[in-house]
């Protein structure tokens, strides 16, 4: 064998070194993919994300007043706190809209 055929790859070699660079390829891509999904997402005004709705002196007591930007309720209670609902069903997530001429909010899903 001379010294040419020696460094020359065969097909076995060429083939499992193949092999192993898609195997890398693969884990890293199902690693990056891992990472994106653990990381949070937080979008500007989403659901987990910062809104202002304004200030407690704005809102008037025991009404609510819809922050749309946030999609939920704000009303101001008697001892001045506030009290935040969430303008979604927990349960099968329809919307739940506030009716002011009953003074109720109606839950679609659940009548």
């Known amino acids: 064998m001379t010294e040419s055929e020696k ?3 065969n097909r076995r070699e060429f083939i499992g070194g193949l092999w192993g660079v898609s195997l890398v390829a693969l884990v890293g891509q199902a690693g990056v993919a891992l990472v994106e999904f653990l990381k949070p997402r937080v979008v500007q005004g989403g659901f987990g994300g910062k809104v202002t709705a304004g200030r407690p002196d704005e809102f008037q007591q ?4 819809l922050v749309q930007q946030g999609h939920f309720y704000v009303s101001r209670l008697e001892d001045d ?3 935040a609902l969430w ?7 329809c ?3 506030w009716r002011a001429d009953e003074g109720q909010v109606h839950n679609i899903c659940h009548g």
């Open 81 to 83: 706190t506030a009290l």
């Open 87 to 93: 303008q979604r069903c927990t349960y099968l997530g």
């Open 95 to 97: 919307t739940v809209p």
């Open 62 to 65: 025991w009404t609510l007043t």
């Open 7 to 9: 460094n020359q790859l």
